[in-house]
Each structure stands twice: as structure tokens, then as C-alpha cells.
């Protein structure tokens, strides 16, 4: 390249010219700088100085080119035209180009020349291949290229040319050209510098926006905002601050994808997706960093969805929770709440870093909203399911029947449920210690004995003890005694120090009750075996029983009634706590009613018993109305054994006074009701008494066998001594026949006349004789037996006694031999007469004499008185007295009682060698006794001293009135 600069010849015209020009130049290059720096608009700047430029340095086209940071090509940026030279068309067309296309000014060659010169001028930028292209389009001749240098650097050019010409540019427009370049660079810097900071603040500004956007939203998020609030916000900030056409917010449920929020709120906020059928969404949220997506990229199903929720082309924003993820980085869809979805309608727009970081920090917070909300929403849940376990423990702790008291090291009472306030008789929210409220309630020993306050089993755990299981008694504020059971136990803290005693209470009254009444009912059942157990006899077991039965269970009545299975019916056995035998009868005839009911009435009752069972006699069992049994409290307990019904035992509670079941009621009449204990007491008793009653029977049975066999063997003794006795009675009188017959027979063959008829009739009257002996033996026998049978007949006639004594007295007196016989009557006023049968009451005379006379083997006086007496229980009528007395062997007494009873004979009667055979005192006290009288004996046993045998009869009196004799008075 070669560069001309014109020099011309020092003339004053010259120099006068060129001081014009210089001051022109210098005049100019002040206003353009004024105008310069009237503005900071660098487009505005430009304009001005390239018009200027044209005008001042009069050329018809003025271009600026600036330089970008760093880079060496220079970008067409502004240029003025100030000429019409050109056609319209070809304007039009640089201008595009100018404007729209990517023509660099780049010639390296040039811009050395430029970096170095400051200013270089070219005569036909079309010669300069690189240029060349600039050079057509823009048409390019001549052009003279001014350097935009400041502080150093080149920030662009200034071109100044006449298009599609060729010319010179003077070494003043030159000058001035360089001037006005200096003066451009320094305003172009400025305008640039303002307009970085500008830019710069601008950015600051939306940094401080989006920051504040970003904070607004955490702020709301921290404050615990509605999760749709925050969403809202959060939508509302990104498509501010992004420029969107409108957004949506969906959050992920599970598999679902669920709008929460939107920007055009007519849109339904229902519109839910499985994510699985996004695939956009599905990729943004499993990778976890924004995409931008067009709908047309999309998939049918997914673009669908889209232009459901009015969207098109959008940015996906992952809500992705923890700290951002780095890119490349995989994340999971667990780790994605949702999506944000900001639309644009531009398909080509291309969102800015700034701005993904941005809705990525959105995303975020959002994110966070959602954790914090599911957070809050689990919390909720747990503390409400927390809250419901606590008043379920709680309801559960109090409502528990053990009680529950925790006490500290020193006996304070830290915290007790509603039984232990009970058991403990403190109010619930008391804090009392419990040597406060021992004093308040003192508590006992089971054996009734004061327990001292420091021996009460808290005080003794809180000294170390170990209690377990341990009973007291105390009377609480309800006045009742309840017997507790306390176990105690001690919790200790994590350094193994024991920090508090719970101590556990229960309320065992009821079962202290039960093994009370058990141990009653056992006792009871004891007693009634034991006592049973040494009795035979049904009765003196039964009355026993029912008397400890009665005692056992509180009644005053009962009765014990046998049962006869032949004909179905109770019989009364004993009865106990009757006023009177009346009172009991009466009783036991209402007791009909139930026991033995008439057909029609309530059969219940009577069914039970025979089925075996204990039944209460009371309304409450009794189905009908009116009830007849509302008064009464009985209970009937059959007596088994073996399911065999032996008899009933009915003891009567009813009130007291009150025997009958239909009366009315005493005022205020309690009818105490019997307890299962009790029915279970009776039942237990009535089975023992069964077992009893059975072994009873056997015994009896036993003993009635045994007795039964002794008597056989009595009787087969006494049939074979009368057997033996009966033979010898008749073996003497038959001998003496025998003997006579011989004789009389013998007597006849020596047929001698004179001899034979006396001797014959002697034997003839020794054979009667013999005879009538054994015809009274046998008429003895005959009437022992009648008597026995009840087949005695007695001939009722008036009978003089006296006359038939003397009688027999005369007779026998007459066989007697060595042995006196005497009859003295007493003198009386009249005669000693009975009604009877006169042959009867010979006998009986007859029998009594001739046994004195028998057991008189050494003689002695028999006498016989006879005398009126008194009658025993009537002094207003008499008796007849006879007594025959001996002085022969007398009766030992333990005879005495048996000598009346059949073939009953004394041990000394056989020493005696008296015949007999037991029967006479027998019928002589029978025919007495159906005479109306009696007989005893007397007798001291003793040999010679004899024995007194008396008799009274009613004696028969006639008109005359009864006079005791004197000496009897
Ligand atoms: P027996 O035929 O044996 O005399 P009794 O019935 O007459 O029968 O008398 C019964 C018993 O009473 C006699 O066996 C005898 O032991 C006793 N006995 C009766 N009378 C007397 C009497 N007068 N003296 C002594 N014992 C007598």
C-alpha cells in the first residue's frame, strides 16, 4: 500500500486557509464532542457521528465497524448515506446485508496496517482480495479506514468512502477524519462502558429478583404455607421470571402424576397421568435435570396430555428434593416429587443458564414444600396416632382393675391411676406421701392386728424389701373392708440406680370372701361327716345334720323328710326350731303346695328335687302369676345316694315369725337369698348325709341279721329244750300208764275172781290220774297257744275270789305233803268279788300255789292274803290284792324281769330239780291281763327267803260305797 498525504507551498493564503481550516476542524470536533457526550447511547452516538462525519468531512457515505470482546473481525454495526447517487435498489440490498448478514471485515493485512497507522487509506478496496466480498456488496471504491483506538485497543473503524467510487480524500479530511475518530473512540467506550454497566446491573437486577422470587418462596415454604400456596407462588415466579406464556405444577403420587397448580386456573386441577406414559416427564424426572421439549417432539399420548393442560413447547423442571444434582449424575424418580412444566409458545426458544438455575432453585423449593408437607402430613398422622395411643394407654391405665402407684425414693406419690387413688383412699390428683395418707387410712393385718405404718409393705419396699404377693386390710373412705394384695417393684435408671417403686394393688376382698366361705363350707361338710361317722341310727345322724345344716346356713326352721320309693311319698322324719308341734304340723301342710302339688299347680319344684337337684323355694323361681312363694325362702336339698332319693332335708329362711308361704309380708321384710356357696354347702352336706344315712342301713342291716340269727338260735335253743322238757313231762305219766296197763293185764291172766277187780281199778285210777296230768300238760300247751293267737275266750261272770281261793287253797292242801297252806283274807266290808271267768281264776290261783308249793323243796308255809286296795290312779275305785308268798328258793334277780315271758325258766329252778316247762306264770299273766289286772313278782333271790307273787284284779262292787278299813287309812 502507498499513502499520499498532499504538502503544499507556504503561502499566506495557505496558511490562512489552512488556520480557517484547522479551525473549522477544531470547531466541528468540539460540537461532535459536545454531541458525543450529550449521549450514552451508543446506537444514538453512532448515528450522529457518522451523519457528522459525512457532513464534516464531506463525503457521502460514513460506515462504523466495531470489534466484539477479544475477537479481531470487525462486525458492520451503524453508517450513514448522505447521498441520493444510489439507486433505491441497491440501498435496499446493502442495507439487508448490512444488517442481517454475517459480512465480517477481517482483511489482516488492512487491520496490521490499522492497528499500526492509526488510519489507512485505501484507493480501491475491490483491488484487496480478502476485502473483496465487502468491497461488492457494500460497493466499495475508494475508502479511507479511521482506527477507533482507545487507551490501546482498536474497539472498531470508521470506513468513509463514496459508494462504487473512486476518489482522494485531502490530508484535512484525513486529519479531521482521525479526529473525529479520536473523539468517536473515546464516546463509543464511554456508551459501551455504560452500557456494560447497564447490562450489568440489569443482570444484578434480575439475580435480585429471581433471588428474591427463590427467597419469597422458601420464606413460604419455612412458614409452613398451604402446599398449594406455595405452589402457586412458586409457578407464578417461573413463568414471570422466565418469560413464559404459563405454567403447571404436577406432583407425583405414587405412580400418578397430579396437577396441583396452574396458571390458567379454568384449566381442571384434576388432569392426572401415570408417569409411566410420559416419557418426556418420565426421562426428565428419572434423570433429575431440566429439558426443554417441543410438542412435537412429543409422543401422541403425552402431547395430548400437554394440550390438555395447555401447554406446548416447555421447560420440564424435575422438583428433585436434596441438594442439585450434578449433571450426568443419575437420579432415581424416588427422589422427584413432581414436575414443573414451563411453556413456551416459541418452539425455538433456548432458555438461558440463569434461568435453568433458576427454575431448578424454584424446583427446589417446591420440592422441599412437598417433603416438608408429606413431613408435616406424617407427623400429623403420627402424632395423632401418638395421641391416640397415649389416651388409649392412658384410658387403658386407668381403667385397669390393678392399681398402679409410682412412688419415688422418699415415698412421694409421682403418679397413680384411679384404682390405686381407691385402693390407697387418695383423691386421684392428690400428691400425697405415703405416710400421709397411712395415717389417714390405717391398714391391718388379715388377723384384724394394726399394721404400724413402717411395716406397711410400701415402707418396707422403699427400705429395700422385696414384697411380693403380700395382703392387708384396710377400711377405705367408702367404709367398706377390702383386703389388697400389693406386689412391688423397683425400676431402676440406666446407671442401675434404683429411681422409683411401682407398686401394683389389687382388690382381693371377694376372693378372701370365697376362700372364707370355702373354707366354711368345707369346715361345714367336716362337721357333718364327722359327726355322722359315729352314728348308726338314721334319726341321731339326720337330726345332726339338719342342726348343723341350720346353724351353717343361718335358718331357724328346717325339717328332714324320708322317702318311700313304693309309694312315692315324703314322710316326716325330725324337726327342728318349731314354736310348737302345732306350728310344725302347720308347716309342713303348706310345705304340700310344692312338694306334693295337686295336678294343675306348679310341678316345678317337686320335678327338681326328684330329678336331685337343690332347689330354692322362692318367687323368683316361680313362673306364675300371682306367686305364692314371694314370701317365702326355703331351700329343699335331696339326701342321695348313689342317684338312689333316700329323703329331703327343707330348711326354711323366710322372715322371721312368718311360717307360712302365703301370708303376707312383714313391714320391711328382708328375705335374705341363698347363696350359690350355700346351695353348694347343703348339697354338699345332703350327699354326705346320703353316704351316711346308707352306711347307716348296712350297719342296721348288720345288726338286725345278727340279731335275727341270735334269736333264730334262741328259738331253735328253747324249741329243743321244750322239745326235751316236753318229752320228759309226758315220759313219766306215760311210763306210770305203761306200768298200769302191764299190771292190769297181767292181773287179768291170773283171772283169779276176788283179785283181779280191785287191782284193776287201782291201775284204772293211777292210768286217770296219769292221763288228766298229761291232758293238762297238753291243755297248758293249748292255751298258751291260744292266748298267743288272740283265740282265748273268758267267760264274763260275777265271781266270788275269796270263795275260789279258799277252794284252792283246800285242795291242794290236801296233796301237800310236809308243807302248810294258808288263806287269810283281810276282813272286808265286802265280798271279794271280780268279774271273770271263775274256772280262768282258779287257774290262775291254782298256778301261783302250786309253784310255791314246787319251789319249796325243804317245805316251809305258803300263804295266800287277799285284800281291797285302792285302784292305782283312781282312788275313787278298788282293786282286789291277792298275794301268794313261800320261803322256798326265791328268783335271782336277773330273772325276775323274764319270768313271765314263754318257756322262760330260772337257772335255780332246774338246780331245783323242779319239773316244768315255762308256760304257767305266762298264761297266769295273760289271764290276768284279760281280766284287766296284773302281776309282779318279789324276791331278794336268796335261798329261804322265798318269793311274794301279787296280783290286782278290779274288784266288782256292788250298791254299797267303798270304806277303807281303818287300820288301812
Ligand atoms: P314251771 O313250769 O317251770 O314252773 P312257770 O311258768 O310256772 O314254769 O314258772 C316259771 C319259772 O318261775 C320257774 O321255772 C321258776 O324258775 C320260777 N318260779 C315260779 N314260781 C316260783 C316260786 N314260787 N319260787 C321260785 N321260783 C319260782
Known amino acids: 500500500m502507498s499513502s499520499e498525504i498532499a504538502s503544499s507551498s507556504s503561502t499566506d493564503d495557505q496558511e490562512r486557509l489552512r488556520l480557517l481550516a484547522a479551525l473549522r476542524e477544531s470547531e466541528l470536533i468540539r460540537e461532535l464532542a459536545e454531541l458525543l457526550a450529550s449521549s450514552l447511547d451508543l446506537e444514538r452516538i453512532l448515528q450522529i457521528l457518522t451523519k457528522r462525519t459525512t457532513e464534516a468531512c464531506a463525503i457521502e457515505r460514513c460506515s462504523v465497524w466495531l470489534r466484539t470482546d477479544g475477537q479481531a473481525a470487525f462486525h458492520p454495526t451503524t453508517y450513514h448515506l448522505s447521498t441520493q447517487r444510489i439507486d433505491a435498489q441497491h440501498v435496499r440490498a446493502a442495507d439487508a446485508i448490512w444488517q442481517h448478514g454475517r459480512v465480517l471485515f477481517d482483511d489482516p493485512e488492512l487491520l496490521q496496517c ?23 456488496k457494500f460497493l466499495v471504491g475508494s475508502v479511507l479506514l479511521v482506527a477507533l483506538k482507545r487507551e490501546g485497543h482498536i474497539l472498531g473503524m470508521m470506513s468513509l468512502d463514496d459508494p462504487d467510487s473512486t476518489r482522494t480524500f485531502s490530508l484535512e479530511q484525513q486529519q479531521l477524519a482521525r479526529a473525529i475518530g479520536q473523539q468517536a473512540a473515546r464516546a463509543i467506550d464511554n456508551a459501551r462502558l455504560y452500557e456494560q454497566a447497564q447490562a450489568e446491573r440489569r443482570r444484578a437486577e434480575r439475580l435480585i429478583e429471581r433471588a428474591q422470587a427463590i427467597n419469597q418462596v422458601a420464606v413460604a415454604v419455612n412458614a409452613g404455607e398451604p402446599l398449594t400456596n406455595v405452589m402457586d407462588m412458586a409457578l407464578h415466579h417461573l413463568v414471570q421470571a422466565l418469560g413464559s406464556d404459563g405454567g403447571v405444577i404436577a406432583l407425583l403420587e405414587g405412580e400418578m402424576l397430579r396437577v396441583i ?51 406446548g413447547n416447555c421447560i420440564l423442571v424435575p422438583l428433585m428434593g436434596g441438594k442439585s444434582r450434578a449433571e450426568g449424575t443419575v437420579a432415581t424418580v424416588d427422589q422427584c416429587s413432581g414436575l414443573a412444566f414451563v411453556d413456551f409458545r416459541d418452539p425455538d426458544y433456548i432458555p438461558t443458564r440463569g434461568q435453568i438455575a433458576f427454575a431448578q432453585d424454584i424446583a427446589a423449593q417446591c420440592a422441599l414444600a412437598v417433603a416438608k408437607d408429606r413431613l408435616l402430613a406424617d407427623l400429623h398422622t403420627a402424632a395423632e396416632l401418638a395421641n391416640e395411643r397415649a389416651n388409649t394407654l392412658d384410658a387403658v391405665f386407668q381403667a385397669m382393675t390393678e392399681g398402679i402407684a409410682v412412688m419415688d425414693e422418699n415415698g412421694d406419690v409421682l403418679v397413680r391411676n384411679r384404682a390405686a387413688s381407691h385402693f390407697l383412699g387418695i383423691p386421684v390428683n392428690s400428691k400425697q406421701r405415703l405416710g400421709t395418707f397411712l395415717q389417714q387410712f390405717p391398714t391391718y393385718t388379715l388377723h384384724e392386728q394394726p399394721l404400724p405404718p413402717e411395716a406397711f409393705p410400701l415402707a418396707r419396699a422403699l427400705r429395700g424389701e422385696r414384697i411380693r404377693g403380700e395382703r392387708f386390710s384396710t377400711i377405705r373412705s367408702d367404709r367398706e373392708k377390702r383386703v389388697i394384695e400389693v406386689n412391688v417393684t423397683r425400676v431402676h435408671d440406666e446407671n442401675q440406680h434404683s429411681s422409683s417403686y411401682v407398686s401394683a394393688f389389687h382388690d382381693i376382698t371377694e376372693q378372701v370372701r370365697v376362700e372364707e366361705r370355702f373354707q366354711k363350707a368345707l369346715q361345714a361338710m367336716l362337721d357333718v361327716a364327722d359327726a355322722a361317722s359315729g352314728m348308726t341310727g338314721v334319726g341321731d345322724i339326720m337330726t345332726s345334720v339338719l342342726e348343723l345344716t341350720l346353724s351353717t346356713l343361718d335358718c331357724e326352721r328346717g325339717v328332714v323328710q324320708k322317702y318311700n320309693l313304693e309309694d312315692n311319698a315324703f314322710t316326716l322324719l325330725l324337726a327342728s326350731g318349731f314354736a310348737d308341734e302345732e306350728a310344725e304340723a302347720r308347716w309342713i301342710e303348706e310345705q304340700r303346695n310344692w312338694l306334693t302339688p295337686d295336678a294343675g299347680c306348679y310341678q316345678g319344684f317337686r320335678e327338681q328335687i326328684m330329678d336331685g337337684h337343690a332347689t330354692v323355694i322362692n318367687a323368683g323361681h316361680y313362673p306364675d302369676q300371682p306367686n305364692p312363694y314371694q314370701h317365702s325362702m326355703m331351700l329343699a336339698v335331696p339326701i342321695k345316694h348313689k342317684d338312689r332319693l333316700l329323703g ?23 328375705l335374705q337369698e341363698f347363696t350359690i356357696w350355700e346351695l353348694a354347702i347343703a348339697e354338699g352336706i345332703a350327699q354326705i348325709a346320703g353316704v351316711a344315712i346308707e352306711q347307716a342301713n348296712w350297719q342296721y342291716e348288720a345288726i338286725e341279721s345278727r340279731s335275727r340269727e341270735a334269736a333264730m338260735r334262741d328259738t331253735n335253743r328253747m324249741k329243743d329244750e321244750f322239745l326235751a322238757m316236753a318229752a320228759h313231762e309226758f315220759r313219766s305219766p306215760l311210763s306210770v300208764i305203761q306200768i298200769h296197763c302191764q299190771m292190769a293185764q297181767r292181773t287179768m291172766q291170773k283171772n283169779t275172781e276176788e283179785d283181779t277187780l280191785p287191782r284193776i281199778r287201782e291201775h284204772l285210777t293211777g292210768i286217770v290220774g296219769q292221763t288228766r296230768l298229761l291232758t293238762n300238760i297238753v291243755h297248758t300247751f293249748l292255751d298258751a297257744s291260744n292266748i298267743r ?157 322265798g318269793s311274794r307273787f301279787i296280783f290286782t284284779l278290779p274288784a266288782f262292787i256292788e250298791a254299797q260305797q267303798f270304806v277303807a278299813p281303818e287300820t288301812n287309812a
Open 114 to 136: 490499522l492497528e499500526e497507522q492509526g488510519i489507512v487509506l485505501v484507493d480501491d478496496l475491490r483491488a484487496h482480495p480478502r476485502s473483496q466480498e465487502i468491497a461488492e
Open 261 to 311: 397448580s396452574h396458571t390458567k386456573q379454568q384449566r381442571s386441577m384434576g388432569e392426572h397421568k401415570k408417569l409411566s406414559e410420559l416419557p418426556a416427564c418420565l426421562q426428565s424426572a428419572s434423570r433429575g435435570i431440566p429439558v426443554f421439549v417441543k410438542a412435537r417432539d412429543l409422543t401422541e399420548p403425552e402431547r395430548q396430555w400437554f394440550r390438555a393442560l395447555g401447554l
Open 648 to 670: 329331703l332335708m327343707t330348711i326354711d329362711r323366710s322372715t322371721h315369725g312368718q311360717t307360712s308361704v302365703f301370708s303376707s309380708p312383714k313391714e320391711g321384710a328382708f
Open 789 to 945: 293267737e288272740g283265740k282265748l275266750v273268758l267267760k264274763t261272770e260275777l265271781v266270788n275270789l275269796g270263795e275260789i281261793a279258799q277252794q284252792v287253797v283246800d285242795d291242794l292242801a290236801t296233796i301237800a305233803q310236809n308243807q302248810t297252806i294258808s288263806y287269810t283274807p283281810l276282813p272286808s266290808d265286802c265280798p271279794y268279788l271280780v268279774m271273770g271267768d271263775s274256772e280262768r281264776l282258779q287257774e290262775i290261783l291254782a298256778n301261783l300255789v302250786q309253784n310255791a308249793l314246787k319251789y319249796s323243796p325243804r317245805g316251809g308255809a305258803v300263804t295266800v292274803t287277799m285284800q281291797h286296795v285302792p285302784a292305782e290312779n283312781e282312788p275313787t275305785r278298788r282293786h282286789i290284792e291277792v298275794c301268794i308268798s313261800d320261803q322256798g328258793i326265791g328268783i335271782p334277780q336277773d330273772a325276775l324281769p323274764h319270768i313271765f315271758e314263754r318257756f322262760y325258766r330260772a337257772a335255780n329252778s332246774a338246780d331245783s330239780q323242779a319239773k316244768g316247762i315255762g308256760l304257767g306264770l305266762y298264761i297266769v299273766a295273760e289271764l290276768l291281763r284279760l281280766h284287766g289286772g296284773s302281776i309282779h313278782a318279789e324276791s331278794s333271790g336268796l335261798q329261804g327267803e
